[in-house]
């Protein structure tokens, strides 16, 4: 193309539309729904297949690449019609002047309207497919990290089993120890009281001990001032 796309606008009247019967283009309903069938058409086609791989998500460029879709050799993507509807010389136009804008530049290239929406679908269908394949990631890495999660959980319940039977073990040792100081306690003090007996009838005030010593001072561990 010798002229830049936007000179072969054509100013048009949103209200008149063009009868067939006259020769002249198509109404602008009449063209909408020829678009919806070709994009209906492209719906039809099978999920995308992607040959390369996506190292940034996030780069929809990556995707359609790997997903092996490419300009046609007249250059008009969907991509490039929406910067050209957004473009600062027709993006305040309405819509009817906008669309008949677009198609007289893509007549004018040689692209047909038929290239640009299969374009659309490809893209929106390569989208679709790459979401599902992270959906089916982010689902396979959140089973196994539950999985993993219930094998450190088990892990945990077993080491508490473990050192609360320990606990317990500990607890059972002491009272056991502790039931059988008492019970040699008991025989101690029978004992002091045999021994008692037999010296009081030689003393007045008996130096035996025959109750439970005092305790012990509970030692603070503070140091020496």
């Known amino acids: 193309m010798s002229k830049k796309w936007y000179n072969l606008f054509v100013s048009m009247d949103p209200s008149a539309e063009v009868s067939p019967e006259t020769g002249g283009s198509p109404a602008p309903a009449s063209a909408a729904q020829a678009i919806a069938e070709i994009a209906a058409s492209a719906k039809i086609a099978q999920e995308s297949q992607f040959t390369g791989t996506v190292a940034s998500p996030s780069s929809f460029e990556e995707v359609y690449n790997a997903a092996e879709i490419h300009p046609p050799p007249h250059g008009f993507t969907i991509m490039k019609v929406g910067e050209m509807l957004r473009s600062e010389h027709i993006r305040n136009l309405p819509k009817d002047v906008k669309r008949s804008s677009v198609l007289v530049a893509l007549e004018a290239a040689g692209a047909p309207l038929e290239d640009v929406i299969q374009d659309a679908v490809k893209r929106d269908r390569a989208l679709d497919t790459f979401e599902r394949v992270q959906e089916k990631s982010l689902n396979e890495l ?75 001072p509970t030692s603070t561990n503070h140091p020496t001032q």
């Open 142 to 216: 959140e089973g196994q990290k539950t999985q993993e999660n219930q094998q450190i959980q088990a892990e945990m319940d077993r080491i508490l089993a473990e050192h609360r039977s320990r606990i317990q073990a500990n607890n059972d040792a002491v009272a056991k120890e502790r039931e059988r100081f008492y019970a040699w306690r008991l025989k101690k003090q029978e004992e002091e009281q045999k021994i008692s007996d037999a010296v009081s009838y030689f003393v007045t005030e008996n130096p035996i001990t025959t109750g439970a010593p005092a305790a012990a």
